[in-house]
């Protein structure tokens, strides 16, 4: 009796035990809430253990001009961290959120600038590294690990596009961009010889300058951000006969752009293509006005060879007339 009394409270030990573990490695998961998916998928290489990332505004659209869901809601209460930009201005949707869970642990990459090329996306990469080791000093040997070997990755990704580049002889190719790509492009190799700001914040003189700039140069491409509209850009290219390409810059906009890297890879590839179809349609065109100028120059000379022979017969008819 004795020993299955003993057995029991053994049994009921180890259940307790293993529910408490169960419960501590619940409790210690922490839970991100991003705004967007480049802050995320910067975390989700920063923080790879015991952690759940969420973000809420959908990749495909302007932050500016998000409109927040119940859903949303339910993501920052049970939120450790929120990682924002710190830009009303990009996000003025947000303050609104962050009442519901005023006690979390608020991260603003406030004017870090643009992420799309190398140095920019280090600086944020080593500012969350800094904030969340400030919050996680026990784990802080692996986000610092995390964190090197995320940018060797990103060092490695941008000098394989550029080789890339100048493997297809694009360097130096001329191109107009939206203003938030220039510095990835030029990055690349490209000469960026005009850039604009949002298409909905243009005047008529901002549209015209464009237009002439994309018309007085031999501009191959006309490059548009997804997120920032691109009806403006399509419309310029169209007039100046230069390939229209759209970049992201937001992870997993586009089928196939699920993370950073595979974003930047992405709209080097749209470029490339985009370069290489107004070499093609330019490659015609010469073609075309080879065979025209041909053309003119047969027919002039079936002219100058037909008054030459109507000059002759007259020549002739004229002395023969004489005889």
């Not at 009442?99 to 280090?122: D, Q």
């Not at 360097?171 to 000469?191: A, H, S």
Request: net charge negative.
């Amino acid at each position: 009796m004795i020993k299955k009394f003993t057995l029991l409270i053994v049994i009921g030990m180890i259940f307790i035990s293993t529910f408490t573990i169960n419960g501590v490695g619940d409790e210690d998961s922490i839970n991100i809430i991003c705004t967007n998916t480049v802050l995320a998928d910067f975390v989700s290489n920063l923080m790879t253990e015991n952690v759940t990332i969420e973000y809420i505004m959908p990749p495909g659209i302007c932050p500016a001009f998000y409109d927040t869901k119940p859903s949303d809601v339910n993501k920052i209460v049970t939120a450790d961290i929120i990682i924002s930009f710190g830009s009303p201005t990009m996000e003025p949707w947000l303050g609104d959120l962050l009442e519901y869970n005023p006690s979390g642990n608020l991260i603003e990459c406030k004017n870090l600038g643009e992420w799309n090329y190398p140095s920019g996306a280090k600086k944020y990469i080593e500012y969350l590294e800094t904030e969340l080791i400030s919050l996680y000093p026990e784990i802080n040997n692996s986000i610092q690990l995390n964190a090197d070997e995320y940018i060797n990755k990103i060092d490695a990704k941008f000098l394989e596009l550029q080789n890339r580049i100048e493997n297809n002889s694009y360097n130096d190719k001329k191109v107009i961009c939206m203003g938030w790509l220039k510095d990835f492009i030029e990055f690349l190799g490209f000469e960026v010889t005009y850039s604009y700001g949002p298409p909905q914040g243009l005047s008529l003189q901002d549209e015209l300058d464009v237009i002439n700039a994309a018309s007085s140069n031999d501009i191959s491409a006309v490059i548009d951000n997804l997120q920032s509209g691109t009806d403006f850009g399509a419309r310029v290219a169209s007039e100046s006969g230069a390939s229209h390409v759209i970049f992201t810059n937001f992870p997993d906009a586009i089928p196939g752009t699920k993370t950073y890297l595979d974003m930047i890879s992405y709209n080097t590839d749209q470029l490339i293509k985009g370069i290489a179809t107004y070499e093609y349609k330019k490659g015609e065109m010469a073609e075309l006005e080879s065979k025209v100028s041909n053309l003119e120059l047969q027919s002039n000379l079936f002219l100058i060879l037909a008054v030459i022979f109507i000059v002759l017969t007259l020549v002739f008819l004229i002395l023969y007339n004489k005889k």
